[in-house]
Each structure stands twice: as structure tokens, then as C-alpha cells.
């Protein structure tokens, strides 16, 4: 069973207390004082711990806690309509190790009632944290306010620069380095955003050999990097 606490406060030898959202956990999953569990933080720690109670409240002992370095950064930008499926996206990246993701404002999503918006990454950013309980990774994924195209474009990316593209070139088969890969919504981006992302310096990828949806493509190209990582692996 994993656990997470607060970034950087784990410590051994400390005695943390546990959220409500971890307590629930806990009653679900039929918890016992003195039992021991795994802990992570979102922040690189990976730790174990024993249970503790007094009273109603759940707390962690800690016994040993390690710190992993950055891995490379893998971040997702998607034009993003609907905050649902936007939200099974969250979860997913975070799984296949992306370590951010964008809501990006394009000409097709402006003005969609159900899309991702400013007030909705907070609850975005807990569904990324929680998804490391199942995966064990010790980053979370950081979930960054939407931001329109053309700013995106605006600020040059770190490394591999890849617009998601059926006519584009397939993926290298190893890759290392920093990845931003940009998903358009669904419709695709407009031929004057395509455009503009060339000019950019975005080379066109190719994820699959048929149309993805947004989140469908998003998730290929996290795939595809952690496969092609793993390969370049020493």
C-alpha cells in the first residue's frame, strides 16, 4: 500500500499526519495501526513507513526515505475540449511518466463549455498525484494552466519538439533528452496554427497510421517515448 505526504517532509524518524483524502484510503483499503506502507511524496521520495492512530486520526512513522533525480522532462501540450477526457488523459500520462501537461487554447476549443480551464488544475494536479499510488513513480506530473498557441509557441521548447501529425515522420526508435510533444483538439489544429508551429521549429511526428483522438494521440506519444527511453537506456 502506498501513502503520500506532504513534498519534502518526509524524514525518518518524523511522525506526519495523513490528510483526509490518505485517511479515506486507508478506511477503504482496511488499514491497521503498525501496518507497514510505502511512501511517496510527488517530489522524488520514495520511503516506507509504519501506521500509526491516535484517536480518529491516521499518521505515518517514517523509517527510511531516498531522493530521485528529475528524469528527463516529457511534456504533453493538448488542445483539449473536453475537461473529461482531459482528465483520463491526466491519469494516463502520469502513469507512462510524463512529467507535465498543458491545456492548450486553440482556435477549435475556444468558447467549448466543457473545456479545461484555469480553475480546473488544481483538481487535475490531485488526480496526477494520486496516480503515482499505483504507479510507484516518485515524480508526479506537474499539470500547468491552459495557455493560448500562440504563447505556447512563443517560448521555445527544451529538446525534441514534436506537433502530432498523420502525414509526419514515424517516431525515432530511441530517443534521451528532453520530448514536448504538441496534440491538437479534436478537428485538429486550423492550417494557420499548423503553420505557425512549423515556423516554430515543430517537426511533424507520426503516432499511428490512422486519425488519433486527442487523448488517444497524447497517450501514443507518451508510449512511444517511454519505450524508445527504455531502448536508449544504458
Same mark, same amino acid.
Given at each position: 500500500?502506498? $501513502? ?53 486520526? /491516521? ?11 528529475h528524469p528527463a522532462p516529457?511534456?504533453? =501540450?493538448?488542445? =483539449? ?8 488523459? $491526466? ?10 501537461? $498543458?491545456?492548450? +487554447? ?6 467549448? =463549455?466543457?473545456? $479545461? ?10 488526480? !496526477? ?25 512563443? !517560448?521555445? !521548447?527544451?529538446?525534441?519538439? /514534436? ?28 492550417a494557420a496554427e499548423r503553420?505557425? !508551429?512549423?515556423?516554430?521549429? /515543430?517537426?511533424?511526428v507520426r503516432l499511428a ?20 527511453? +527504455?531502448?536508449?537506456?544504458?
Amino acid at each position: 500500500m502506498r $501513502v503520500l505526504v506532504p513534498a519534502g517532509s518526509a524524514v525518518p524518524g518524523a511522525v506526519l499526519p495523513l490528510d483526509d483524502d490518505e485517511a479515506h484510503h486507508l478506511r477503504v483499503r482496511r488499514a491497521e495501526a503498525g501496518q507497514e506502507v510505502e511512501l511517496r511524496d510527488g517530489a522524488g521520495m520514495s520511503g516506507t513507513a509504519q501506521l500509526e492512530r491516535e484517536g480518529g486520526r /491516521w499518521m505515518v512513522r517514517v523509517t527510511a526515505a531516498t531522493h530521485a533525480p528529475h528524469p528527463a522532462p516529457l511534456v504533453l =501540450a493538448v488542445g =483539449a475540449g473536453d475537461k473529461e477526457r482531459f482528465t483520463w488523459l $491526466v491519469e494516463k500520462a502520469a502513469e507512462l511518466g510524463a512529467t507535465a501537461i $498543458v491545456p492548450i +487554447e486553440t482556435e477549435r476549443t475556444a468558447g467549448v =463549455a466543457a473545456g $479545461v480551464q484555469g480553475r480546473h488544475a488544481l483538481r487535475l494536479g490531485r488526480r !496526477a498525484l494520486d496516480s503515482i499510488k499505483q504507479s510507484g513513480a516518485r515524480w508526479a506530473m506537474e499539470v500547468r494552466a491552459p495557455v493560448s498557441l500562440p504563447a505556447f509557441l512563443g !517560448a521555445r !521548447a527544451d529538446g525534441h519538439a /514534436w506537433i502530432a501529425d498523420p502525414e509526419g515522420a514515424p517516431p525515432p526508435a530511441a530517443i534521451d533528452g528532453a520530448v514536448t510533444v504538441l496534440v491538437g483538439p479534436e478537428g485538429g489544429f486550423t492550417a494557420a496554427e499548423r503553420a505557425a !508551429a512549423a515556423s516554430a521549429g /515543430w517537426q511533424p511526428v507520426r503516432l499511428a497510421p490512422h486519425v488519433l483522438r486527442f487523448e488517444t494521440a497524447a497517450i501514443a506519444a507518451a508510449a512511444c517515448i517511454a519505450a524508445a527511453r +527504455e531502448r536508449t537506456a544504458p
